[in-house]
């Protein structure tokens, strides 16, 4: 039960980053067409990066210990989103709950 629950929102949270990245692209101090397609292309961006090394069925096979540095360098790069964004607290909050989830999922593992 409690791996279930700590997987959607783990899923929640990686959906998180990609609309941070969004809204992020689009809060630049530039053009809108240049917004725009920061808008669009920040989180494709995002979700390449995270299907190649970050999910359980990356297409590059990391080591356990380089998965969870890009894990966490993916979470704490979606904080600093927030925080950019003038959302420090959602940024915070984010990681602390992933860092949460995180140590539930491995102990129930």
């Known amino acids: ?6 997987l959607l929102l ?4 990686e959906l998180t980053v990609l ?8 809060a630049l101090a530039a053009p809108t067409t240049v917004r725009l397609v920061a808008a669009i292309v920040v989180p494709l961006l995002l979700a390449g990066l995270w299907g190649a090394l970050g999910s359980p069925r990356a297409r590059v096979p990391l080591r356990p210990s380089a998965k969870r540095a890009f894990q966490a360098a993916w979470f704490v ?10 959302q420090t607290w959602l940024g915070l909050a984010l990681v602390v709950v992933w860092v949460a989830v995180t140590i539930l999922l491995r102990r129930d593992a």
């Open 19 to 26: 609309a941070v990245g969004a809204r992020w692209g689009w």
């Open 10 to 13: 783990i899923l929640l949270l």
């Open 77 to 86: 790069l979606g904080g600093a989103m927030f925080a950019l964004l003038g």
């Open 1 to 6: 039960m409690i791996r279930g629950a700590g």
